[in-house]
């Protein structure tokens, strides 16, 4: 690996969004921590291709082969488990964001390198962000953006419902990819967008960007200094090769961080690139937030008395039930929205807890080793069963058996999972579901917070794993 | 006549007859129960239950279910039972049907000839699990009023996600481990239903809602029955995952509840119409004064909620300083809030209100 | 549009009259094993639903239950409830509305299957007897799967693929003799055995499907055969009975009656019970006998699906084996020579691996098959059947039909080949007076569903029956 294209090997593996970021990152295996097996390591010394020889389709890469022509699974729970690790600092994050998507329209997508074609792919993969995006981020907002045939063509304007967004783009998808891409004019169409958008969110774009060439009106160093002026934020998932204008777009309003420039190798590293997305991002900098205090309405939903109907003020349309702003009155149908007649922020308490993970997530959990796997028999959560401790081994010496056989970093030899809290343990999906889904810890929330004070007196912090809204909250750092 | 209608299509699709999978989250707060033993005591509420859990499953033989008990200090699985690290493992997961290990051996009377071998067999693993459970309550934990409500939840979704991977088994696509596909759908029915009858607990509140969106995320509906107590949380949760509410204000009927309205799994609710959520009540808690807000001050940076903007504009929980944002910024917003927080505390009026500061807006 | 696996039970069941059900709904266990097989999902809400109230309800309530677009579904519900003899619905009348309630008889062995109680003994008294430590699920599923392989051998081997079992090994006289009765099997004027119609939709029935039909062969030959005593009623009983027993438990042989008693030795010959050689008092359920009750698909259950080994219904099949592809091509991964010989009788199997056997659909192998009497129906109900697991997963995601629409529309097409010409017996009317005349007739005769061609410009339609229109045109003579 490390003779072909050393280049652009980070020296810094430990670090997960490190990996995430490198732009083109040979082998997907050495990139994982410390994860390669030896098999690749063969491949690599023999025969040092280049990334874009290797073959990147999924059913090649993603189950990695044994020399003796097995399946590695070991590898593939890496995997899994490599996704679910990141850094779990709680840190500040900009939860109430703009975006706008970019999408690129021009000629360039009409390439079949990535299946079906890219133009179809990222029309579908836009669909899934967009669902995304409101799912993690329901009190924000979001605008779609194409460019085709050297101008920028509004899609769907800022709005906060999925709905709308994905109808729009569901009109594009018969249309066939077009024209020359140009970066000015969609910036400036954002920085449009944006232009409104209030000093307590987050301004970002995101751009998917097909071709290598942007046809421009005029000079975009004078459109990237606005942008850095109005704090955007401009992120580009690229699909064919490095463009310069891009990396300096990315570092440029990013403050020098050019992390936010990927181009995807296959699909499912642009599936991941994109959907990284929908996270809400890092605040860094002081003067990228200005905290402050939002005034909000928490109506509850109330249905109209006697079976009557009432028409809501937002859509105009009769319905029966509906939630009344707790300023003005008026009806609303859908939430979150903001009352149309007196302009305030109308949500549901829910939208809000949603969020709440962002801020406070779940510690990782860790591998167990054969030694403390003898306590659990199956998992706390699934109750599915563990395999037995294998008695031969623990006999014949630790030091005989562990080199033979060492898993991949991030995979308990045990197949437990153990959460550093409750000091339960856990199989590999329960590990993933909930760390990706629920963002609760099964174990710590069975048991009160005296009981885990006295199972596990050592922990320093008796608050439960994730819930940490009141004991945590001091924590936060602003990195900057 | 004789033209070969090619517009007719003849389309295979798998009959639906997915498994479905009724997780029963049961409340079992001593002390509420109680309190409700006059009209439903908690041995006859079991009974009734599992009257609901045999019916569950006499609809297929695919059918499972499991039991949680949401305890005062702990949720802990009452069917099946946790299995004790001295018994022998047995090599099945499903843990359902083939309960074959030492101790449940053992532990099991003769079956009889009047009862469905797995209906005997649920029934004796949930009384003596809460048997144990409730010998292992101490005099302490009876104090509080409220249960492990997110623990439960947490649990019952663990099992549900784990069967439907058993099922779909589509770990071969990596791809799928991005939450994304959520239009496919899932292979296993699954539907959580809450016996409550004690208050939500403030502080599980952020748990709560974690495991509520998990469970519409994954198209678990969560179904509540209320007996007792005032239980905000789980309307919200009804809400949230299309699940039914029920308040049940003679709690004597349990089975009737259970078993007309709580009944119909998602396939059947496609064609059933069931009852709707009238009034949901959506208002929340301050996080300064733990007052119940309809219209309040939110940090930009962690989501707190306030009922007045704090101290030297400086977020309680984080720290921040706050600009008081577009709304704040002219003095005329700050003697119209006080008026407003009178407003909250008598708790009418909300159209007056909104005729008193519509007019004021720059 | 698969054929429904209970479809002959149900019309073995709809032929029985009212008073057999009563006699079977005396049972627990029948009651509940017909509840559970027979009925569709939102019968069983319905029955559900009403099983605990004290009085009847009308039926206009039960209406306001169902939305409108389910309206027909729930029609069928209740016609299959009422055909089922488990609902009463009261005569119309002016002074009381329409009334709905359940039998009283399936109203209380429903109950008390599902509370417990009652000194009904109807699911199986367990053996006091040692278990011979060698009667585990394993041993009984090898067992069940010999027995009724053997019955499936001796059907297909009659078409000329010889198993791979010795001679000799086939199902008993009895069975043998079963199969003929039932014209399986005819015996040829050469004296060798030959496979019938019936018999190739027999072999390409589910699992579950053949054990039925194979029963209800089984029942009519006994009820017409009065001597042996037997009551088709309680046979019919004990056989839902043994579906509510438990795999792998042993039963007393003394607690069973007499006419039950007699009826194990052929039950033996299925394979649906074993009975150890010298412990003649006990009986052990197969899987065959324990998924009675469930509907075909239902073998793909939670338990199933983590352990995956143990053959659906014990035919040596994998529940799920066969992969078709768009492009006709045909996968399956089985070893068990009878299907590989199923297979064969529509398919052109062109390769044989250890584990899988691949061949593709063609013309010419579907006409053979048409030939040999299948219908395009029963090779696409058996290619749904069999489909495998990957193909379920992909369909599920997709939202797309498990079986290529392209195939199956294909195959239909290739038996309509053999189909140009359909006869319809009925009458031609022609030479009316005038257009509207005709119009008008054409038309009623549209509405009340007989008619079947018309021809504008000539004047003619062609309607199957003629009383109606008889009529119609009587009274509009009058009316001129």
């Not at chain 1, 390198?113 to 899934?128: E, F, Q, V």
């Not at chain 3, 005819?186 to 390409?204: C, K, V, Y």
Request: charged share 20%; glycine share 6%; hydrophobic share 40%.
């Amino acid at each position: 690996m490390a003779d072909s294209d050393g280049e652009f090997v980070a020296d810094d593996m430990s670090d997960d969004d490190i990996m995430d970021h490198t732009v083109t990152d040979g082998d997907p295996n050495a990139a994982r921590p410390k994860g390669s097996k030896p098999a690749k390591r063969k491949r690599d010394r023999n025969g040092g291709s280049k990334a874009w020889e290797q073959s990147r389709r999924t059913w090649e890469t993603d189950l990695p082969e044994e020399s003796d022509g097995m399946l590695n699974l070991a590898g593939y729970e890496a995997e899994r488990r490599r996704r679910l690790l990141r850094d779990t600092t709680p840190l500040q994050r900009g939860i109430i964001r703009h975006l706008v998507l970019v999408l690129d329209m021009s000629f360039a997508m009409a390439e079949k390198d990535l299946l079906p074609t890219r133009y179809r792919l990222a029309l579908s993969y836009a669909a899934a962000f967009v669902r995304e995006y409101f799912e993690q981020n329901p009190i924000s907002q979001l605008a779609i953006v194409g460019m085709r045939d050297g101008v920028a063509l509004r899609v769907s304007d800022m709005g906060g419902n999925p709905a709308e967004h994905l109808e729009r783009l569901r009109e594009y998808e018969g249309q066939d990819p077009s024209g020359n891409p140009s970066l000015q004019n969609a910036l400036e169409m954002c920085r449009g967008a944006l232009f409104h958008a209030p000093s307590h969110g987050t301004r970002e774009v995101l751009i998917i960007y097909g071709a290598l060439l942007s046809s421009d009106p005029g000079d975009i160093h004078d459109t990237i200094n606005n942008l850095v002026a109005e704090r955007i934020r401009v992120s580009v998932v690229g699909l064919s090769a490095q463009v310069a204008i891009c990396a300096e777009l990315c570092s440029r309003t990013n403050v020098g961080d050019d992390s936010q420039y990927n181009v995807a190798m296959d699909e499912t590293h642009f599936k991941e690139l994109f959907l990284a997305l929908t996270t809400p991002p890092v605040n860094r900098t002081k003067e990228q937030s200005t905290a402050s205090l939002l005034m909000m309405g928490f109506p509850s939903r109330t249905l109209a008395p006697g079976g009557t109907s009432s028409y809501c003020a937002c859509h105009s349309q009769p319905c029966r039930e509906g939630y009344l702003c707790t300023r003005c009155g008026v009806k609303v149908c859908r939430l979150p929205s903001e009352c149309p007649a007196c302009g305030l922020t109308l949500i549901l308490s829910t939208h809000l807890a949603r969020s709440y993970h962002h801020l406070f997530p779940l510690r990782n959990w860790v591998e167990v080793p054969w030694a403390e796997a003898a306590r659990s028999t199956a998992c706390f959560s699934c109750q599915s069963p563990f395999p037995e401790p294998p008695k031969a081994n623990k006999e014949k010496g630790k030091d005989e058996a562990a080199p033979a056989k060492a898993p991949a970093k991030g995979v308990s030899e045990s197949g437990r999972y153990k959460c550093q809290v409750c000091d339960h343990h856990f199989c590999i999906d329960c590990d993933v579901f909930a760390h990706m889904v629920i963002h609760n810890c099964p174990g710590c929330q069975s048991q009160s917070q005296q009981a885990a004070a006295a199972a596990a007196p050592l922990t320093d912090g008796v608050e439960a794993n994730g819930n940490g809204h009141t004991t945590n909250g001091g924590m936060m750092a602003i990195d900057g | 006549m004789d033209a070969v209608d090619v517009s007719e299509h003849y389309e295979v699709t798998a009959a639906d007859n997915s498994p479905s999978l009724l997780s029963i989250v049961l409340d079992t707060n001593p002390r509420a129960w109680a309190a409700l033993d006059s009209s439903l005591s908690l041995a006859q509420a079991i009974s009734n239950i599992l009257v609901f859990v045999n019916a569950h499953l006499a609809f297929s033989n695919a059918n499972q279910v499991a039991v949680i008990a949401a305890h005062v200090n702990r949720a802990v699985w009452l069917y099946p039972a946790l299995q004790h690290p001295s018994s022998t493992t047995v090599k099945d997961n499903s843990g359902d049907v083939q309960m074959h290990d030492a101790s449940a051996e053992t532990s099991l009377p003769p079956p009889s000839a009047n009862k469905y071998p797995q209906f005997a067999q649920i029934e004796s693993s949930v009384f003596s699990s809460i048997q144990t459970l409730m010998a292992e309550t101490t005099v302490q934990d009876l104090d509080q009023l409220t249960t492990q409500l997110s623990g439960a939840l947490t649990l019952a979704l663990c099992r549900i996600n784990k069967a439907a991977q058993a099922l779909s088994s589509s770990d071969t696509t990596l791809s799928n481990a991005a939450p994304v596909n959520a239009t496919a759908p899932p292979p296993v029915k699954g539907r959580i239903v809450v016996v409550s009858v004690s208050d939500s607990d403030p502080s599980q509140y952020i748990p709560t809602m974690n495991a509520v969106f998990a469970a519409a995320h994954n198209q678990v509906a969560i179904d509540t029955i209320s007996l007792a107590g005032d239980s905000t949380f789980l309307q919200q949760a009804c809400f949230n995952t299309n699940g039914i509410f029920l308040k049940a204000a003679n709690p004597r009927g349990l089975l009737t509840y259970l078993m007309f309205g709580l009944i119909p799994d998602t396939e059947a609710r496609a064609s059933l119409i069931t009852p709707t959520h009238d009034t949901v009540d959506f208002r929340t808690a301050c996080f300064c004064h733990g007052k119940v807000v309809d219209t309040g001050y939110v940090c930009s940076v962690c989501l707190s909620i306030f009922c007045t903007p704090p101290d030297n504009a400086e977020c309680l929980t984080c720290g921040t300083v706050l600009a008081l944002g577009n709304y704040g910024a002219k003095p005329a917003v700050l003697p119209r809030k006080k008026k407003k927080k009178k407003k909250i505390a008598n708790g009418s009026g909300r159209e007056e209100t909104g005729s008193a500061t519509g007019t004021p807006r720059p | 549009m698969s054929i429904n696996p209970s479809l002959s039970l149900a019309e073995y069941l709809e032929r029985l009259p009212g008073t057999t059900f009563k006699k079977l709904y005396q049972q627990p266990s029948t009651t509940f094993a017909i509840f559970r097989r027979m009925l569709p999902h939102l019968a069983k809400t319905f029955v559900m639903r009403m099983l605990f109230l004290p009085h009847p309800m009308t039926l206009a309530d039960l209406d306001a239950w169902v939305k409108p677009e389910a309206k027909r579904k729930k029609d069928q519900s209740l016609s299959i409830l009422r055909s089922l003899h488990i609902v009463q619905i009261s005569a119309p009348s002016k002074e009381k509305p329409q009334e709905i309630q359940l039998m009283s008889n399936f109203k209380r062995s429903l109950r008390l299957a599902l509370t417990g109680g009652g000194n009904h003994n109807s699911f199986g008294v367990p053996s006091s007897l040692m278990v011979p430590p060698e009667i585990d699920l394993p041993f009984l599923d090898r067992y069940a799967r010999k027995k009724w392989e053997d019955v499936l051998h001796f059907v297909v081997s009659s078409v000329g693929y010889k198993s791979s079992l010795g001679e000799g090994s086939g199902p008993n006289k009895g069975v043998k003799e079963l199969l003929i009765a039932g014209q399986l099997v005819d015996r040829r004027p050469n004296g060798s055995l030959g496979i019938t119609q019936a018999g190739f939709t027999f072999l390409l029935q589910e699992a579950n499907a053949q054990v039925w039909t194979l029963l209800l062969l089984w029942l009519e030959v006994l009820g017409n055969n009065k001597s042996s005593g037997l009551d088709p009623v309680d046979m019919l009983s004990f056989l839902f009975m043994l579906a509510s027993l438990e795999l792998g438990r042993a039963y007393d042989t003394n607690a069973l009656t007499e006419e039950r008693r007699n009826m194990l030795p052929s039950l033996v010959d299925f394979g649906l019970i074993y009975i150890p050689q010298h412990k003649r008092s006990m009986f052990f359920p197969t899987r065959l006998a324990t998924t009675l009750t469930s509907g075909g698909n239902s073998l793909r259950t939670i338990s199933e699906g983590s352990l995956g080994l143990l053959g659906g219904g014990g035919t040596g099949e994998q529940a799920g084996s066969v992969v078709i592809e768009t492009n006709y091509r045909l996968y399956a991964y089985t070893q068990s020579a009878l299907q590989i010989a199923v297979l064969a009788l529509f398919a052109k199997l062109n390769m044989r691996f250890p584990d899988m056997v691949a061949g593709r659909l063609s013309r010419a192998s579907i006409r053979q098959a048409i030939n040999f009497g299948i219908t395009a129906d029963q090779i696409i109900s058996y290619l749904s059947a069999h489909a495998h697991e990957q193909m379920h997963r992909t369909a599920a995601l997709t939202n797309k039909p498990v079986l290529p629409p392209t195939v199956v529309d294909q195959i239909r097409l290739w038996q309509l080949e053999n189909e140009r010409m359909k006869t319809t017996s009925g009458f031609l009317f022609r030479d009316f007076t005038d257009d509207k005349d005709y119009l008008d007739t054409a038309r009623f005769s549209e509405e009340i569903g007989v008619l079947v061609w018309r021809n504008d410009n000539t004047r003619m339609f062609f309607a199957n029956k003629h009383e109606q229109i008889k009529d119609f045109l009587k009274s509009r003579k009058k009316a001129e």
